[in-house]
């Protein structure tokens, strides 16, 4: 037996958290804790995450998330390390990451789909990574995430722009009207 050394009474305490899996969408959410391990084949070292929501209906929910950026499979390895960048972008990290602590607490968008699983029940996975302020550049696909390893492959490359000139073709007239530079 083992005294408690208080009245604890459990009705005076709320009740512990949902562990369902929230919606699929985009959330605010921030790296709180991280930790490197080698994954069940043995065969290199996987990131294994914490990202809490920070704002919204799911505020101070939790997220898991894991990424192989070392792995006997090369094909793995490029992917967990295409993770990993898109993280490091979403943060505003630059340069060399020697260690994870320097991506948490620092806000990012995340993609949030369920992954289902008929043996263990359904689960939150994340998909991309973005910029926590920032608005999507035009380069990105829709919903302004980091494309997925897969899709990144297969993606066709853009053709760059000229940026706008002053001067309209010919035939066309400027959206601001055909005022010539020294008219008022």
């Not at 990131?47 to 792995?71: A, S, T, W």
């Not at 806000?107 to 926590?132: L, T």
């Not at 919903?143 to 390893?149: I, R």
């Amino acid at each position: 037996m083992a005294n408690l050394n208080t009245n604890f009474n459990p009705e005076a305490v709320e009740s512990g958290g949902d562990f369902s899996p929230i919606p699929a969408g985009e959330y605010l959410a921030q790296i709180v804790s991280s930790e490197v391990v080698t994954p069940k084949s043995g065969q290199g070292l996987m990131l294994k995450l914490r990202l809490d929501i920070m704002d919204g209906p799911f505020e101070r929910r939790v997220i898991f998330d894991q990424i192989n950026y070392q792995h006997a499979n090369p094909t793995a390895q490029l992917i967990g390390q295409q993770r990993l960048k898109a993280i490091c972008e979403a943060v505003g990290h630059a340069g060399p990451l020697g260690d994870s602590e320097d991506l948490h607490y620092k806000p990012m968008r995340i993609r949030v789909v369920i992954k289902r699983d008929e043996a263990y029940g359904d689960k939150n996975e994340v998909k991309g990574f973005r910029p926590a302020y920032d608005s999507p550049p035009q380069s990105k696909p829709a919903g302004g995430y980091a494309q997925q390893p897969q899709a990144a492959a297969q993606a066709q490359p853009r053709q760059q722009q000229a940026p706008p000139s002053a001067a309209p073709a010919p035939g066309q007239t400027r959206p601001w009207g055909n005022r010539t530079a020294g008219a008022r």
